[in-house]
Antibody, heavy 115, light 110 residues
Framework: EVQLVESGGGLVKPGESLRVSCAAS????????MSWVRQSPGKGLEWVGR??????????DYTAAVKDRFIISRDDSKGTVFLQMNRLKTEDTAVYYC??????WGQGTLVVVSS | QSVLTQPPSASGTPGQGVNISCSGG????????VYWYQQLPGMAPKLLIY???QRPSGVPDRFSGSKSGTSASLAIGGLRSEDESDFYC???????????FGPGTKVTVL
């Protein structure tokens, strides 16, 4: 059974950094492209970015709103994908979901950016 | 402001059919696959349709997807009360190098 479990969310102040993680199991993680999608309270879904498999270069793509502030990385030995969020803004407040193969989603982790 | 356009709401009575449109452009829907997601309140999104019209196992055939040019549609047949939720279309956008979601359509079962 595919499982994606996010962790690391919390309350941070504007300008601070936070790293959230997603632990994956039940599929061949090293072959999978992993994505992050967020949802601000009461709003729609927003794709944050993705990291390809190492065999595809492990390259990353990001939505314009987070480019140069967020970094996605992966540790295939631990089956985990990370989202490093820097210079956080209040508008980054959202539930952050980890997802793969378009079909599998975690339960999400809430990040609140507030002074 | 999303590059994909969806109506904010749609509704029908139990047993009726509902269609949700998703309009984009050549850089997204026109040249890439369309995906449809259902999101129940407080839950993670669930994939309903992938690659324009394919259904993952377990998704009832009441849900069907289609695509023509730069537009796509999700049809829900035989509406049920449990279908009351938000529906999102999505596609890769080659110009933005980003996966884009539509703003979502809230379906109400009257």
């Amino acid at each position: 059974e595919v499982q994606l479990v996010e962790s690391g969310g919390g309350l941070v102040k504007p300008g601070e950094s936070l790293r959230v993680s997603c632990a994956a199991s039940g599929f061949s993680f090293s072959d999978a492209w992993m994505s992050w999608v967020r949802q601000s309270p009461g709003k729609g879904l927003e794709w944050v970015g993705r990291i390809k498999a190492k065999t595809d270069g492990a390259t990353t793509d990001y939505t314009a709103a987070v480019k140069d502030r967020f970094i996605i990385s992966r540790d295939d030995s631990k089956g985990t994908v990370f989202l490093q969020m820097n210079r956080l803004k209040t508008e980054d407040t959202a539930v952050y979901y980890c997802t793969t193969k378009f079909n599998y989603w975690g339960q999400g982790t809430l990040v609140v950016v507030s002074s | 402001q999303s590059v994909l356009t969806q109506p904010p709401s749609a509704s029908g009575t139990p047993g009726q059919g509902v269609n949700i449109s998703c309009s984009g452009g050549s850089s997204n829907i026109g040249n890439n696959y369309v995906y449809w997601y259902q999101q129940l309140p407080g839950m993670a999104p669930k994939l309903l349709i992938y690659r324009n019209y394919q259904r993952p196992s377990g998704v009832p055939d009441r849900f069907s997807g289609s695509k023509s040019g730069t537009s796509a549609s999700l049809a829900i047949g035989g509406l049920r009360s449990e279908d009351e939720s938000d529906f999102y279309c999505a596609a890769w956008d080659g110009s933005l190098s980003a996966f884009v979601f539509g703003p979502g359509t809230k379906v109400t079962v009257l």
